[in-house]
C-alpha cells in the first residue's frame, strides 16, 4: 500500500469562505483543488491513500479535508490546523482529545501539523515560549507533524524533554525554493535526531530540492544517509503533489524505482506502512 504523508486541497478565495489577508500568494496554485480531482490523481499514479494537510493560505481551518476524510474515509485521514494565537483556546481543545479515541472517534483527524518557518512561530519556537503546548499535545496523544527550517536543535530540545510526543519532520526541514546541495545545509541537525526514537521524518516534496530532472540524482546520497539514520519505521515517503516540478508518477518511482538501497520490505515501510503505524491508521 502506498500512502502519500502530506497533500493539501482547498477551496475559493470568496465571501461565503474568505482566506486570510495577503495569504493569496503563498497558494500552489489559483483554482481550487477539491477530493474529487486529488483522487483521479492518487489513482494514475497507484496512490492508495493520503493524509491531507490544510494548506496555510486558507488559515488555520480544517473544514475541507474532514469533509473530504468524512466521504472516503478509506482513501483520506488529516492532520490539522491549529490556531496557537490564543493559547487558552487551544489548550481547552486539546484537553477534549483522547489518547484512544483514534482517527475514528476524531472524525478522521489523525494529529496535528504546524508551521514554523515564519515569524512569529519561527521565533516562539526557537525561544521556547511554546513551552505550553507540548504537554498538552503528548497528553492529547496526538502525533504531530512540523515545518522548522531554521529550528531543529529546538526541536530536538522539545523531543527530548517530552519523550511521548510523536514528531515528524516535514519536507526534511528543506527550505522552500532552495534547490541543490545548498537545500540539506542543516542536514547533520536533522540526523542529529535520528538518537531520539520519538522523532521521524516526512520525505515529502523532495523533486522541489532537487537542481536536475527525474530521477533527482543529486538527492540520492541525501535520501541515503537520512534513511540510514532514522530507518525504515521513521522516514515516511510523500509528494506534496501541488508543489512538484515533476509529474506525480515520477514522484512515486523516485521512491520505488530510483534508490538502490531502498527494496523489499524496507521500501513498503517507507512508501506506507511505517506511516500507518506511526499516526494509529488502521490498514
Not at 127 to 136: S, T, V
Not at 171 to 185: C, E, R, S, W, Y
Not at 216 to 242: E, K, Y
Request: contains cysteine.
Amino acid at each position: 500500500m502506498i500512502v502519500d504523508a502530506q497533500l493539501h486541497l482547498w477551496g475559493a478565495d470568496s465571501a461565503g469562505r474568505p482566506w486570510p489577508p495577503g495569504t493569496s500568494a503563498l497558494a500552489h496554485r489559483a483554482e481550487p483543488y477539491g477530493a474529487e480531482e486529488l483522487l483521479v490523481a492518487m489513482d494514475d499514479a497507484g496512490v492508495e491513500r493520503a493524509v491531507l494537510v490544510p494548506p496555510s493560505w486558507e488559515g488555520d481551518r480544517n473544514d475541507l479535508a474532514l469533509g473530504a476524510a468524512r466521504r472516503y474515509p478509506d482513501r483520506f485521514s488529516v492532520m490539522g490546523r491549529l490556531s496557537l494565537a490564543d493559547p487558552p483556546a487551544a489548550l481547552a481543545w486539546l484537553a477534549e482529545q483522547s489518547a484512544d479515541r483514534g482517527p475514528a472517534g476524531r472524525s478522521g483527524l489523525l494529529g496535528l501539523r504546524f508551521t514554523f518557518h515564519r515569524p512569529p512561530l519561527s521565533d516562539q519556537l526557537k525561544a521556547g515560549r511554546l513551552d505550553w503546548l507540548w504537554p498538552a499535545l503528548a497528553r492529547a496523544g496526538l502525533p504531530v507533524a512540523l515545518y522548522p527550517p531554521g529550528g531543529l536543535r529546538a526541536l530536538g530540545a522539545v523531543a527530548e524533554r517530552h519523550p511521548d510526543l510523536r514528531l515528524a519532520v516535514d519536507h526534511l526541514a528543506l527550505p522552500v525554493n532552495v534547490t541543490g546541495p545548498a537545500a540539506f545545509a542543516e542536514l547533520d541537525d536533522l540526523l542529529a535526531l535520528a538518537d531520539l526514537p520519538n522523532v521521524a521524518v516526512k520525505a515529502t516534496c523532495l523533486p522541489a530540492a532537487s537542481a536536475r530532472p527525474y530521477p533527482f540524482a543529486d538527492l540520492t546520497a541525501a535520501v541515503h544517509r537520512v534513511f540510514d539514520a532514522f530507518g525504515p519505521d521513521r522516514m515516511f515517503w510523500g509528494s506534496d503533489l501541488t508543489r512538484l516540478p515533476c509529474t506525480y508518477r515520477e514522484c512515486v518511482e523516485h521512491f520505488t524505482h530510483s534508490l538502490p538501497f531502498l527494496t523489499g520490505r524496507d521500501r513498503e515501510r517507507v512508501m506506507g506502512g511505517a506511516l500507518l503505524d506511526w499516526a494509529g491508521w488502521p490498514a
